[in-house]
């Protein structure tokens, strides 16, 4: 099925086992003589199918029973606003931290909602490192940061304690690696890169927290009102659940989250040292803050970054070219993505460097 490597940043990455249950099932699901695109969400077998997708995620990622976990819709950029919606009180600020272009945009749209103070900021580097020296007024509504920088290629490996209530966009790194749910009191993250395809957005929130969200505002943007209504109080995205549900599915045959981890982590190493030892390429973000999930690097010249780019796709590589503002490339390494697809992306830079110098 998947003739190409694939190192695009989205918006879906799958393995062919899951995308071609999926397709089956859009044809005639569970021999039902319906395609799961018709099947009633009210159904018990749809309701099943969001039990389990919920049981999946609570078992992969650990998540307490005093946590919920959501399927809602509108992508991370509509929880830039909505957790601002939800938390950020007039009589209180809101600190963020600024790792680059996402985490801007939840500063833009938070600021709609009351005062935003960005405590610390790595625009100083063109967003290359992770800020981890910073003190902030621990009496704010709630703290915000971007666990990985899916433009700027950076990744936080840790986050701040004890102090106010955390809120983290993981869009990009979510089930790539093990995390402390306790640590956080609401993460959010578009299911589009390892979770399933675009369409629904994950949420997990301790409940507590939901409960002090403010009760004057629109019901789509209400955790409370999805919490008590099993993420159903409208139309879900059904069909980017049941995938998910049936990746999350093969993601538990992996080893789970951290079986999972360990291949993220090979194929990191793999490719980050070919880029420290080609001298026609270097890495961008400094080395302890490196991504595991977007590698990005620049060529030494512009003739270069031409000529592999043509090197790579007559070989079947694609979605290398990085993204417009960073410019050079951009190799992401979701789950699905094979440790012989980042060999194959490997040997080429190797046998570029010796055409190209020879
Ligand atoms: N946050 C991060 C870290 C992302 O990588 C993305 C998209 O790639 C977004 C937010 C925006 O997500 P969406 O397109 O689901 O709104």
């Given amino acids: 099925m998947h003739k190409k490597h694939n190192f695009g940043a989205g918006p879906c990455i799958l393995p062919p086992s ?3 249950q999926a397709a ?4 005639n699901w569970r021999g039902m003589g319906l395609s799961i695109l018709e099947v009633s969400h009210r159904s018990p077998e749809f309701e099943d199918v969001v039990l389990k997708t919920q049981l999946l995620v609570r078992e992969l990622l ?3 029973d005093h946590y919920s976990i959501l399927f809602l819709q509108g992508g991370a950029s509509t929880q830039f606003a909505m957790v601002a919606m939800n938390f950020l009180d007039t009589g209180k600020k809101a600190a963020y931290l600024d790792t680059g272009y996402f985490a801007q ?11 935003v103070d960005v405590f610390a900021s790595s625009g100083d580097k063109d967003y290359t490192y992770i800020p981890v020296d910073f003190n902030y007024d621990k009496q704010v509504a709630y703290l915000h940061c971007t666990s990985n920088n899916t433009i700027e290629g950076t990744e936080m490996f840790d986050f701040p304690k004890g102090g106010a209530p955390l809120i983290c966009d993981m869009s990009s790194d ?3 690696r093990e995390i402390n749910i306790t640590d956080f009191d609401l993460i959010y993250a578009g299911a589009q890169k390892n979770m399933g395809p675009a369409g629904m957005t994950l949420v997990i929130a301790k409940n507590e927290f939901i409960n002090q969200a403010k009760k004057e505002i629109p019901s789509m943007m209400d955790y409370q009102i999805f919490r008590d209504n099993m993420s159903m109080y409208n139309t879900p995205p059904v069909f ?11 993601l538990k045959d992996q080893g789970g989250v951290s079986g999972i981890e360990q291949k993220n982590i090979a194929k990191a190493k793999l490719l980050y040292a070919e ?7 270097h890495g961008t973000a400094d080395v302890e803050h490196r991504s595991r999930m977007n590698v990005t690097f620049l060529a030494v ?11 790579a796709a007559d070989q079947g590589i694609v979605g290398i070219k990085g993204y417009r503002t960073v410019g050079g490339f951009r190799a992401s390494l979701y789950n699905a993505l094979p440790l012989s697809s980042v060999e194959i992306l490997v040997d080429a830079m190797a046998t570029f460097e010796k055409e190209y110098s020879g």
């Fill in 105 to 115: 945009k939840a500063i833009k749209e938070a600021r709609l909602f009351g005062e």
């Fill in 275 to 281: 880029i420290d030892r080609n001298p026609l390429f």
């Fill in 24 to 27: 089956r099932a859009v044809i």
């Fill in 301 to 311: 010249n512009k003739e270069v970054e031409a000529g592999f780019l043509k090197f």
């Fill in 62 to 64: 650990a998540v307490p």
């Fill in 174 to 176: 979510i089930f790539s």
């Fill in 18 to 20: 899951v995308m071609e």
């Fill in 240 to 250: 980017s659940i049941y995938v998910a549900m049936l990746n999350l599915l093969w």
